[in-house]
């Protein structure tokens, strides 16, 4: 399965997000190594993000991405 790389907009609020695909490799290495050099060289937006993502087709990294996940409730000893 390969990873994907994706550009991740946050819409005006945190539950609607929209995907922009930018790459994919076969191994985590190399998409780490990507995925650090955009960081680097590029700017994004304030509602923007590089997100990594594994699956088996770019569909279904596109669908993972822009699914509502609540926030995880902090354990007393996590704050």
Do not use: G, H
Not at 50 to 70: M, P
């Amino acid at each position: 399965m390969p990873y994907y790389i994706y550009i991740v907009t946050t819409i005006d609020t945190t539950t609607k997000k929209a995907v922009q695909a930018v790459s994919e490799f076969e191994n985590f290495k190399q998409a780490k190594a990507e995925v650090r050099r955009l960081r680097a060289e590029e700017q994004l937006q304030d509602n923007q993000s590089y997100k990594v993502i594994f699956a088996d087709t770019a569909a279904e990294a596109e669908q993972r991405l822009i699914e509502y996940r609540e926030e995880p409730i902090a354990k007393e000893w996590e704050k």
